[in-house]
Each structure stands twice: as structure tokens, then as C-alpha cells.
């Protein structure tokens, strides 16, 4: 920027004058050009400041943004002005001109740059903002200045104790005080305050030391400037750098203030709440001060009882106005919780504020008048407990997933009043957890039990689902219950449309209104003439067919085929799928319970389907609503259990078959869960990647391996570690990060850490050898684990970057007794394994005789349950100090 280096050449040019003044010992051109320099600077910078201003007044079209910018650029222009009437008067005026005339103007600029300060954007927004700001700093700057006083200046009886320097270094410490506690306690744009501040600064206390400078030597003693000291000099340089650099740092700091309108907090306009401490500290300073005056029998002067009747004033006034906003600020907060209060009592609406764990915090007064319900019924009870036992959990996972950060949740449910009846509710839920007023979630209840009974009173009068002129819920009901009682059999086939919701997100109403009549066309083109198809929910269809339990998973198969077609409608193509549940009428007692039964059927469909095209069929089992109930506690249970240290390792050493010696060991992880016990990876690790936490689990895993195997290496064993990695986490970008931030964090060899993948889990080629590779390339080994039980060709092994392979138990395993030779696939195995380099394990070495056919095979490695079981670090410590462990 121009005035960037015009700045750059001033500085120069003030330094290298004055210092070239006083080399040739001539200080009245040494003040000269110290006077040329800052009024250059002053006067360039005074001009940008005030076409600033007039710039924004042009933008704004009002004079409140542009008068900070336009009073600091005419106190730039008045220090400019003010210094070269200096230099002038030094080098054609009396001895005394050139003090009068810097003192006067320190008394003029010094006021107007904190006129413009205190009017800048973002500083202090109210008449009342800048009047504390003004109470602060004249109460800091007097109370320092007291302090001096009676300690140094009283005694040294020096230049200063004359009226005009007494005044021209009050103000300065008063207005230096000033500006430094508005550029930190401006409400925004702190940085560009913080260097108008500053600039302020530097300027008033350049200009009132060059006054006082000048002052001092035409003072009493009278001596001619030619003869003052070398002191004197260098005090002329500093002032005349600070002049330089001051309007500069004003300039910089206003262009980067922003000039448009906020809305700041109530304190922060006032700075009544954060402005106690500043006025403390020079209290206690200035009493203590006085105290050692007192003490040490030093006589108080006429000016230093003004001064501390000064900063009192200062003081009592400021407290003033700290108590009165206080008041006014505890008035403002009644009056808005007592207008809340009004409108709370007064809505028909019942609300409700729930912690994180859904626990009822607070209910509004309209639940005793609408419900009946008084706060000791809710209160620290958990709104689930409040719902119909079928609709709690589905109402819980809607508030889980407002906690999770959805937004615009319905909850329908049944609650139960304070009378014990079933009341029809329906609610609506927003996250207020942010807003510490409220600190929860905000249920707002309204009863729908009159709209409710109306919908059920036309259902009675119509049995037709009127979008898909299917049979709605309650004709189907009745017609399995009446199935059901001649005890003829049949079954009930229930599905639901996957991904419908999204249809209407992406292209509106209108085209998922089409899908669902479509929908419910395929359904009864592809159902028998006697079966009775039917419309649930919005996407959720059933049909009731005689046809015994082996037919119906035929139907149910056809009807997931035809619903997986494309729907292809104008201007649009749908893509959906439907999974589909099948239950016997004869294996429940009533409808609801045979429709419930094969809606389970249809969830357990739904969580084996997941990651596949099409729907799935499923049967009703027993076992399912178990496996479902475990699989529902899994999923709620799993988020946070790394925070909570449920997760542990366990160490499973990998030995030397020849010499019986540990050379490494593989990190298990386990789950153990205080209410379900033991939970093995295979079961929770699946949820995990489907709930996203698959990432977060793998670099818990990788970085508890990594710090153990560094606590190993510093006792002195000389081992390897293998992690686990999924699929998903190979495929992921970050994966490679993760793994090199554990090395580096734990600082463990590279080359001592080993990344399993197994076999089947193992992705396309391409992406599979781009991301081993990148493992190798930081120097980690990498393994596939289970080899022969998946797809990977032999032949695959020459393309794969690996450096281990762990042959499964399948490879080897013989009938009992057999010690013979090895097979031939194993041989195959290891010996291609040798040829490229590849060192090979056998996992799952249970008897004698797995090690004799892996060692006749050539294999040296191995690993399993005849060597040592998985156990925790303490374990397998004790089990390393019994052998000798070396490097793989």
C-alpha cells in the first residue's frame, strides 16, 4: 500500500535526520527535521483519514459511521499543524514559543483523537458505552499519575510542577489511559480498535513529550536549545518516531473497522458487567501510595489533593453508574420473564423442557389446566414414562434425533393425563441446548384427541385409503382378525417403501404422490384376486392372503421384485426398494400381534438389507424380536462408549513355531458393557459403521495398540503389533492420516506396526492396492487376515502390496489323528508366499497337529489357542518374561 511505504521513508527520514542533527551538534535542525518528518506523516495520514470518512458518509448517506474517522484525521491534522508551528517557532521564535506551542496543541489533539476513538464503529455503540470509557481511563490515568506524583515529582520539584506541564502530562496519562481501555473493551472489531487505540496513543504521547521536551528547556534555567543535552536529543527521536508511526496505526485500524450496524449484548454495549477490575487495581495503587507517603512522613501539596479527590470522583462516579445499570439491567431481565410468563400461562399449548437424557426439567403452567397434570406427576421423571408403552420408543428416537442434530420433528403419541387416561398428543420439538436460558429441548404438547376421534369417525364411515383406493388400516385390522378367527390360516405380508422419504424432499409432493398410486398399482397387479392389499402408513403396505406360510415368501419375493423396478414418471425416474416381512395368521393370538410379527419380520429384512440393491424377505422367527431387542439396546448404547472406557484391548501373541519365542502379537478389541456383558466385535462393529462411529472406534483401537506396544519397546521387548482395520475404514481418506499420526504420537517403528485386512472385506483391486500402498509408503507392513476364506485369487497376490498373509484354519485343518504331510493347497500357499516375499501365519492353531502340517508346509509362524489364548497387557506380559521375544 502507498502510505505503507510513504510511513517506511518518514520513519527513515525522522531517525536519520535527528541522528544526524545531533552528530553535527546542531539539535535546532535536529528539531527541525524531526518537526518535518511528523508533520508529513501527520498531515499524509490526517488526509486519508478524512477522505475515509467523507467516503463512508457518501456510502451510508449518514454522518454517525464517518465521525470516528473524520475527528481521529483531524487530530492527525492537528498534531501535523501543531508540530510544524513547533519547528517554526524553534527555528524564528523566543526560547519559550516552541513549548507553548506543542503544550497548546497536545491539549487540542489529545481530546479530538479520543472524540474519534470513542465515535468509531464497534468501540463503544452509546452515549453511555463512551462515558464509562471516559470514567475508566480518567479514573486509571489520574490514579497513576497521583502515584507519581507524591512519589517522584513532589520531591524532584522538576519542570513538570509548573501549571502548563502539569496539565500537558495529565492529560496525556488521561488520554493514554482512555484510549487503551477503549481498544480493549471495544464490543467488535477488536483488532481494528485495539490499532486505532494505539495509533491514538502513540500520537498524544509523542506530541505531549515533544511539548514537554521544549518546555523543559526553555523553562526557568533559561539555557539555550543549542546547549541542552544529548538526553534531550534522544527524547526528540522517540517523540518524533511515535508522531510518525501514530496516525499510521489510526489509519489502519479505521479502514479495517466496519461501519455497519450490530445488535451487541446489553452488558457489552454498557461494559457495565466486565468493567469493575479495571479501576480496582489503581485504586489499591494509588492508597497504597498514599499510605507510604503517610507512613514515610511526606507532606501531600495542594496538587496531589486535587489529583486524589480527582481519581475518587472518577471512582464513586463510575460505581454510580455500574449500580444503576445493574438495577436497570435486573429491571429488563423481570420485565421479559415476566412477559414470558404471561404468554406461557396464557397458550393453550403445553410446554416442556427435557435435558439431555429426555429427563422433564420444567413444564409450563398450561399442563395442569390442559392435562391435569402437576409438576410433582412430571417433574424428574423421563417423558417416555408419560407415553403409551407402543409409542415411547419411537418417540424417544425422534427426541434422539432432534438431540442428534435433525430438525423439524413431529412426535405423535399417546400421553397419559393426570386422570390415567390415554390422551392423543402431538408435539413438536426444537433444540435449545446453546441458549443457556433454557439449556434443553423445548417440547411444545398440543392435544389432537378431538381431531383424532373426527379421523377415526370417518375411517368407521369409509374403509378406503383415499390416495391409493386401497384398503386403509382399519379395514385390513378387520379383515385379519376376521381371517383369524375361522382359523383357516394364511399370512400377512408387510413392507414399506425404503428411501420414500426422500422422494418428496427432492421432487416435491406432486411426483410422490404419483409414486405411492403407483406403488399400490404394482401391488395389486402382482397379488391373487382373493388376497387383500392395504395402506398402513404413508409409505407402509400389507397385504392378507390365504395362501400358507412357503407361498406367501413367493408373493412376498414377486412384490419386492415388481416395487424394485424404476418408477418412471414425467420428468422424473424414482429408484426404491422394499423389504418385505411374512407372518403366519395361526402364530399369534390376535391381528395386531400377527401384523406386529410381520412388520418384525420386515425390520430384520431391513438390517439385512443394508448396502444392497433391492428388498429383502423375511420370515417370522421367534428368535428375530429377541435379536431385535439386543440389536435396538446396541444401537442406542454405542454412541459414546469410547467416552464412557467401555472398550478394552486384548494382546494375542504370534510365535516363532520353530523356537517356540513370541515375535509380535495382534490387538483384539472387545466391548463390556456393564447391563449386556460381553459383546463381541462381529456383533457391534457392523452398527458402528452404520452409525458413522466406525472411524472414531478404529483410531481408538489403532492408538491404544500403539501406545502399548510403545510401553513394550521402552521395557525392553522387541515385538510387532497387528490392528484390524475394516473395509470401510481402508477405503476412507483419512485412514492413512489416522494411522500415521498414531506412529508418530506413541512414537513406535513404523515398521513395527502391522494393518490386517481381512480377506473378504477386502475392497476392489484398484482401490485396494492404492491404499496398501500407501500404507507401505509410510512404513507400515500390511496384512490380509483369513486368506482362503474369500475371493482373493493366488494370482491376486502378485498385484497386492502386502508383506504378511495369515492363512486360515481351513487351509490346514486335518481329521483328527492325521500327522501326515501337508495338503497340497497349503504348500501351494506358503510356497508362492516365500517367492514373493511374503511371510506367512497360520492363524488358529489349536492342536499339535495344526502346527505339525503348517511347519511341514514350511510355514514358521503361528498363532492361536494351543500357543496362548487372547488376554489382557498384564497377561501377556507375564506370558513374554517366559520366553524370548525377537523381531519378525
Known amino acids: 500500500m502507498v502510505t505503507n511505504r510513504r510511513t517506511f521513508w518518514l520513519v527513515l527520514v525522522t531517525a536519520a535526520a535527528a541522528l544526524g542533527a545531533a552528530a553535527v551538534r546542531g539539535p535546532v535542525l535536529g528539531l527541525f527535521a524531526v518537526a518535518l518528518a511528523a508533520t508529513a506523516g501527520s498531515l499524509v495520514h490526517a488526509t486519508a483519514l478524512i477522505r475515509l470518512a467523507l467516503r463512508i458518509h457518501h456510502g451510508r448517506r449518514n454522518f454517525g459511521p464517518c465521525r470516528g474517522a473524520g475527528f481521529l484525521g483531524m487530530g492527525a491534522l492537528f498534531t501535523g499543524a501543531g508540530v510544524a508551528a513547533t519547528g517554526l517557532c524553534a527555528l524564528v521564535g523566543p526560547a519559550t514559543a516552541p513549548g507553548l506551542v506543542a503544550a497548546g496543541t497536545t491539549l487540542v489533539a489529545a481530546p479530538t483523537f479520543l472524540l474519534g476513538l470513542l465515535l468509531l464503529p464497534g468501540t463503544a455503540p452509546t452515549v453511555g458505552a463512551r462515558l464509562r470509557r471516559l470514567l475508566d481511563g480518567l479514573g486509571i490515568g489520574v490514579s497513576l499519575f497521583y502515584c507519581v506524583w507524591i512519589l517522584v515529582l513532589t520531591d524532584a520539584r522538576s519542570a513538570l510542577s509548573g501549571p502548563l506541564p ?83 496505526l489510526v489509519l489502519a485500524g479505521a479502514q479495517r473497522a466496519d461501519d455497519r450496524p450490530s445488535q451487541p ?39 496531589a489533593v486535587w489529583l486524589g479527590v480527582s481519581a475518587f470522583g472518577a471512582l464513586v462516579l463510575r460505581e454510580y453508574l455500574a449500580a444503576r445499570d445493574i438495577r436497570r439491567y435486573a429491571r429488563t431481565l423481570a420485565t421479559r420473564e415476566a412477559h414470558f410468563r404471561t404468554l406461557v400461562a396464557g397458550s393453550t ?27 410433582q406427576d412430571v417433574l424428574g421423571r423421563s417423558l417416555t414414562d408419560l407415553l403409551h408403552p407402543a ?42 441446548r446453546s441458549t443457556p436460558e433454557v439449556g434443553g429441548l423445548v417440547v411444545h404438547v398440543r392435544d389432537v384427541g378431538d381431531r383424532a376421534q373426527l379421523q377415526r369417525t370417518l375411517d368407521e364411515v369409509t374403509w378406503t385409503d383415499d390416495q391409493t383406493s386401497l384398503a386403509n388400516r382399519r379395514k385390513f385390522l378387520a379383515s385379519v382378525a376376521e381371517a383369524h378367527s375361522t382359523g383357516l390360516g394364511g399370512s400377512v405380508l408387510v413392507l414399506e417403501l425404503e428411501r420414500f422419504e426422500s422422494v418428496a424432499d427432492l421432487h416435491g409432493p406432486t411426483v410422490a404422490n404419483a409414486v405411492l398410486i403407483e406403488a399400490a398399482r404394482r401391488l ?37 421384485t415388481a416395487l424394485a423396478e424404476p418408477f418412471h414418471l ?31 419380520a420386515r425390520r430384520r429384512a431391513r438390517q439385512l438389507s443394508r448396502g444392497r440393491d433391492g428388498g429383502r424377505v423375511e420370515c417370522y422367527d421367534k428368535s428375530f424380536e429377541a435379536a431385535l431387542v439386543r440389536r435396538t439396546e446396541i444401537e442406542q448404547q454405542l454412541p459414546g462408549v469410547v467416552e464412557r472406557g467401555e472398550l478394552d484391548l486384548v494382546f494375542q501373541p504370534v510365535v516363532d513355531l520353530t523356537l517356540r519365542t513370541p515375535v509380535g502379537a495382534e490387538a483384539l478389541l472387545r466391548w463390556r458393557h456393564p447391563r449386556l456383558g460381553p459383546i463381541p466385535p462381529a456383533e457391534f462393529l457392523p452398527v458402528a459403521e452404520q452409525l458413522g462411529l466406525a472411524d472414531e472406534i478404529g483410531e481408538w483401537t489403532l492408538h491404544q495398540a500403539c501406545r502399548q506396544l510403545s510401553l513394550w519397546h521402552r521395557d525392553g521387548r522387541d515385538l510387532w503389533m497387528s490392528v484390524n482395520a475394516s473395509a470401510r475404514q481402508l477405503a476412507a481418506d483419512s485412514w492413512l492420516a489416522a494411522v500415521a499420526t498414531a506412529v508418530d504420537t506413541h512414537c513406535v517403528p513404523a515398521e513395527a506396526i502391522v494393518i ?27 496384512a490380509i ?104
Open 166 to 248: 502539569l496539565a500537558v502530562s495529565l492529560s496525556c496519562c488521561v488520554a493514554v489511559a482512555v484510549a487503551v481501555v477503549t481498544g480493549l473493551r471495544a464490543v467488535r472489531h477488536r483488532p481494528a480498535a485495539l490499532s486505532c487505540s494505539s495509533g491514538s496513543a502513540l500520537s498524544i504521547v509523542g506530541l505531549g513529550g515533544f511539548g514537554l521536551l521544549l518546555l523543559d528547556h526553555g523553562g526557568a534555567a533559561g539555557t539555550p536549545w543549542p546547549a541542552a543535552s544529548a538526553t534531550a536529543t534522544a527524547g526528540l527521536v522517540l517523540t518524533g518516531l511515535a508522531l510518525v508511526a501514530g496516525p499510521f
Open 265 to 303: 449484548h446489553a452488558a457489552d454495549e454498557s461494559g457495565t458487567f466486565a468493567g469493575y477490575p479495571l479501576l480496582v487495581g489503581p485504586a489499591l495503587l494509588a492508597f497504597g501510595a498514599s499510605a507510604f507517603r503517610l507512613l514515610s512522613g511526606g507532606p501531600f501539596d495542594g496538587t
Open 349 to 375: 399449548d403445553v410446554a416442556i423442557v427435557l435435558d439431555a437424557d429426555l429427563v422433564v426439567r420444567w413444564q409450563s403452567p398450561a399442563a395442569a389446566r390442559q392435562f391435569g397434570l402437576s409438576d
Open 391 to 432: 409409542d415411547a420408543a419411537p418417540a424417544a428416537e425422534a427426541l434422539r434425533a432432534v438431540l442428534a442434530g435433525r430438525q423439524h420433528v413431529l412426535v405423535q403419541a399417546r400421553l397419559r393425563d393426570g386422570f390415567g387416561r390415554w390422551r392423543e398428543t402431538e408435539s413438536t420439538v426444537s433444540d435449545q
Open 524 to 560: 395389486r397387479a402382482s397379488v391373487d384376486r382373493d388376497d387383500l392389499p392395504a395402506r398402513l402408513t404413508t409409505a407402509a403396505f400389507a397385504v392378507l392372503t390365504e395362501a400358507p406360510l412357503v407361498h406367501a415368501f413367493a408373493l412376498a419375493t414377486r412384490l419386492a
Open 570 to 600: 414425467p420428468g422424473h425416474t424414482v429408484h426404491l426398494a422394499a423389504d418385505v416381512g411374512v407372518a403366519d395368521l395361526r402364530g399369534a393370538g390376535t391381528a395386531e400381534e400377527v401384523l406386529r410379527h410381520a412388520d418384525v
Open 756 to 782: 490386517e485386512v481381512s480377506e473378504a472385506a477386502l475392497p476392489d483391486d484398484v482401490l485396494a492396492v492404492e491404499q496398501l500402498a500407501g500404507l507401505r509408503a509410510l512404513g507400515t507392513r500390511t
Open 785 to 888: 487376515d483369513h486368506f482362503g476364506t474369500g475371493p482373493t485369487a493366488l494370482a491376486h497376490l502378485r498385484r497386492l502390496p502386502i508383506d504378511v498373509l495369515k492363512i486360515d484354519q481351513a487351509l490346514f485343518n486335518e481329521p483328527a489323528g492325521h500327522c501326515g504331510p501337508a495338503t497340497p493347497i497349503i504348500d501351494v500357499v506358503v510356497g508362492l508366499a516365500k517367492r514373493l516375499g511374503i511371510d506367512v501365519i497360520a492363524a488358529g492353531l489349536e492342536t499339535e497337529s495344526h502346527v505339525d502340517v503348517v511347519r511341514a508346509a514350511g510355514c514358521r509362524l503361528g498363532q492361536g489357542f494351543l500357543l496362548s489364548r487372547p488376554d489382557h497387557a498384564e497377561h501377556v506380559e507375564a506370558y513374554l518374561e517366559r520366553h524370548r521375544t525377537r523381531l519378525l
